[in-house]
């Protein structure tokens, strides 16, 4: 087992600790068939009674993350889906990291098809580095080739379809390790049916 | 209008972006009932449809987002809350921050005899410094005086009763902020009356 003290990971695994709550009484089945439908083959998963860890190559991480999103989003309901993405953790364990399957994603032709209108909030944590802010500007900037990006408070609002921005979302985490980041944290909030969706992205 | 362009925060306003998840149909009355039932008068609050973001002294953070969870976890209803708690990211704006109320809590005597067991996951970010896992580890060891901690993966786990869990989040937060760490983040995720609860803690 690892944890923030034997901590989190070798450079080239990734992994998020996230959670998907449907506001709904039928939450459990919405869960259960989400997690049935994507095809998590390529990846460590656990689910404990807080959060879902995922642990693997990082192309299959945000794979099954989306995956398991989008199957629970589909169903109309409103759903919060609540991540935080790491890669490079200093002392993740090499056991259970699944990095010996090829690139090829198992759950891309599955939901592409998959419209879904959310909105987003995304904050870009490089650790143990001086400059990091520069490197969070550069990838605020990149975000924009994917969807809409407007400010909020201590994080930046994404509005677009689901699919593109969890795209966005790979690139930019992939790129911030790949820019010398050596221990990269990113957190994510969706949220999709939302009763209070209004379009605020336009307008800040 | 603040953002992670212009940023965070001058090193005193401390601020949280948030959500909090009824897995209920009545997930509205809920929420609205437990915004309406803390006193929010000594910070800034703003609710949009992806997060409830509170922003002051950090005494009054703490003190408004567990009131908040714990007004709508003694429903009784299965409810998830993510946080990032942020104190002193560059570029915060001065405005509304709500820095000239004094100390007192306000909602510490309606909350401190609601009883409610949760399971929870934390993890902190001192950014912008080399030796952040040092930092991380003794606050993991602080914690300990509080609830029962044990590990998990990118995170630490956290079980024992909402209110010294958030008593406990708010004392290794300021020591962190203490220690010199110039920006310090921490993501935390509570989930109270799941269904799949297991005595977990004590197995790790």
């Known amino acids: 087992m690892t944890n923030q003290n034997q901590a989190c990971t070798k450079s080239d695994i990734a992994g998020v600790s996230f959670s998907i709550h449907p506001m709904s009484n039928a939450f459990i089945t919405i869960i259960k068939n989400a997690l049935k439908e994507a095809d998590t083959s390529k990846v460590h998963m656990k689910t404990d009674d807080v959060t879902t860890t995922v ?34 953790c200093p002392g993740d364990s090499q056991g259970d990291a699944f990095m010996e399957v ?5 759950n891309a032709d599955s939901v592409k098809d998959i419209k879904q209108q959310v909105a987003a909030k995304f904050s870009l944590y490089p650790l143990g580095g001086g400059d990091y802010m520069d490197v969070i500007y550069a990838q605020i900037e990149a975000m924009k080739e994917y969807v809409s990006v407007s400010p909020a408070h201590y994080s930046t609002r994404l509005d677009g379809e689901a699919f593109e921005i969890f795209q966005g979302l790979e690139k930019v985490f992939k790129a911030t390790a790949d820019s010398g980041s050596s221990h990269t944290v990113m957190t994510v909030s969706i949220s999709a049916n939302s009763p209070s969706h209004k379009v605020e992205g336009s307008d800040a």
Chains 1, 2 share one sequence.
Do not use: C, M, N, W
């Open 55 to 88: 642990r693997g190559k990082l192309v299959h991480v945000f794979d099954v993350t989306k995956a398991i999103f989008l199957h629970a989003a589909k169903t109309g309901e409103h759903v919060a889906f609540q991540a935080t993405y790491s890669l490079g």
């Open 102 to 106: 090829d690139d090829v994603p198992l």
